[in-house]
């Protein structure tokens, strides 16, 4: 997928493991990729959906 530059953010709290994803928001869309697989695939989102899915991980509704 031939993406745009966006502004790619992964959490302060990732540490050094390397187990990370970075998230991009650029205006009507989220998007999720490996951080140690920058050019491999990415995941996208409405803003809507993302703020389910980190609702959802934060009440511990997705057993994660």
Known sequence: MD???H?????TR????GNCVEVAAP???VRVR????RTGPVLSFTPAQWVGFVSGI?????GC
Do not use: E, T, Y
């Not at 502004?7 to 959490?11: C, E, F, L, Q, T």
């Open 3 to 5: 993406l745009p530059r």
């Open 7 to 11: 502004a790619w953010r992964k959490s």
């Open 14 to 17: 990732s540490g050094s493991s």
């Open 27 to 29: 205006p009507h869309v």
């Open 34 to 37: 490996d951080s140690k697989d």
């Open 58 to 62: 934060k009440a511990g509704r997705l």
